[in-house]
């Protein structure tokens, strides 16, 4: 399976639900030079980045390159 190929090219964030279990994985195609709406979530996450470089930033101002 091609991650890439279920998401628009059009959208600057496009977000498609890929497995549903005990917890959702959803696969997140963010396009180079956009971000993410700042947004809060009580749920754990965990962030791979799959394809290209991403920098990761919470409300403590944590930066993860």
Known sequence: MN???NHSTEKPVSA???FKG???TIALQILQ???L?????NIPALLVCVVG???FENEKEL???
């Open 53 to 55: 470089e991403v920098t």
């Open 3 to 5: 991650l890439q190929s």
């Open 37 to 41: 709406k700042e947004h809060i979530t």
């Open 63 to 65: 930066k993860k390159p």
């Open 22 to 24: 005990e917890g959702t």
């Open 16 to 18: 498609i639900p890929f």
């Open 33 to 35: 030079n956009r971000q």
